[in-house]
């Protein structure tokens, strides 16, 4: 964190260092400001200046040092461009229930709110994150829109079509073993049941139909807008049907926390949902915020 000690610039010009440091800031990015005395004509004039754009925090508070700490906020920040800046932050939004990819759009600030965090804490560990997996160090906003589809089919949905199967046997099979003892295990196995129902015909749907009007329109300059629209839009219901399917799961399961009397069986097929979660809202976050939006600013016919 950067200190400012502002004892040693000349009065005349203090506040305008302080106010340039502010703005060289990254959002989530804190400066610590040490004066000898108390730094409140400071604070009216960030009130006054950056309504909502700052969060002053006071570290220590006379009789000789004054002490505060000044984060910087981004009030326009979406969860989704959260997520496009900092990919690690996907798995921490999972975790904690902030929903990136179907509602990519609420301001950063107000769903973190919701959960009972502190937006400009949050913002600064999503900073210190460091990337888990090399799908969090992959730059999206480089790749050209046919690029984006083919990326998709060839790891989102072949993950689905890999995966769909493996936890609806085993969902069937915990079912069988354990259903007495744990009745929401019925419960379960339809969600999983419905979420294949969803979702197998909404990747033919893309695959068929959406990725190749896409293609051909980047190729070629022309195509058919009003119908990508409209398959878009219905894309992105089917997305939040998925997306709330996965919601409920997540409850059932008690966050993929298996009941003390599981089996090895009941343990892995809690690892193979969580992790399927995990690939499908990155999926649906790559369509809904990166292709889509890139589609909507890149191609005017
Ligand atoms: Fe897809
Ligand atoms: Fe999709």
Redesign the pocket.
């Known amino acids: 964190m950067i200190t400012l000690d502002i004892r040693e610039i000349p009065p005349k010009t203090r506040h305008q260092a302080i106010f340039d440091k502010f703005h060289a800031l990254e959002p989530g990015e804190s400066m610590l400001i040490r004066t000898d005395h108390d730094p409140k004509p400071l604070f009216y004039q960030f009130t006054a200046e950056q309504p909502g754009r700052f969060k002053w925090e006071n570290e220590s508070a006379g009789p000789d040092i004054w002490e505060v700490r000044i984060t910087r906020m981004d009030p326009a920040a979406t969860v989704a461009s959260i997520v496009r800046d900092y990919p690690a932050a996907a798995g921490l939004f999972n975790r904690l229930g902030i929903d990136y990819c179907c509602h990519g759009d609420q301001p950063f600030e107000q769903a973190v709110r919701r959960e009972g965090l502190d937006p400009a804490e949050l913002m600064s560990q999503i900073r210190n994150l460091t990337p888990a997996s090399a799908s969090e160090r992959l730059n999206y906003g480089q790749w050209s829109l046919s690029f984006i589809c083919d990326f998709i089919e060839s790891n989102h949905h072949s993950y689905v079509r890999e995966k769909l199967p493996l936890l609806k046997d085993l969902s069937e099979k915990v079912q069988n073993a354990h259903g007495g003892q744990h009745s929401f295990l019925m419960e379960l196995k339809e969600c999983i049941s419905h979420l294949g129902q969803e979702l197998l015909p ?2 033919r749907k ?1 695959e068929d139909v959406l990725f190749p009007a896409i293609r051909k329109a980047e190729a070629t300059g022309t195509g058919d807008t009003e119908m990508r629209e409209r398959l878009k839009n219905e ?1 992105k219901s ?2 939040e049907k998925a997306g709330q399917l996965m919601k409920r799961i997540r409850q059932i399961t008690n966050h993929y926390t298996p009941p003390e009397d599981a089996c090895a069986t009941f343990s892995y097929f809690y690892q193979e949902l969580e992790a399927f979660e995990k690939d499908l809202f990155t ?2 976050h790559l ?1 809904n915020n990166i292709l889509f939006e890139k589609l909507s600013r890149t191609i005017i016919c």
């Open positions: 909404h990747l893309e894309l089917e997305h999926h649906v369509e």
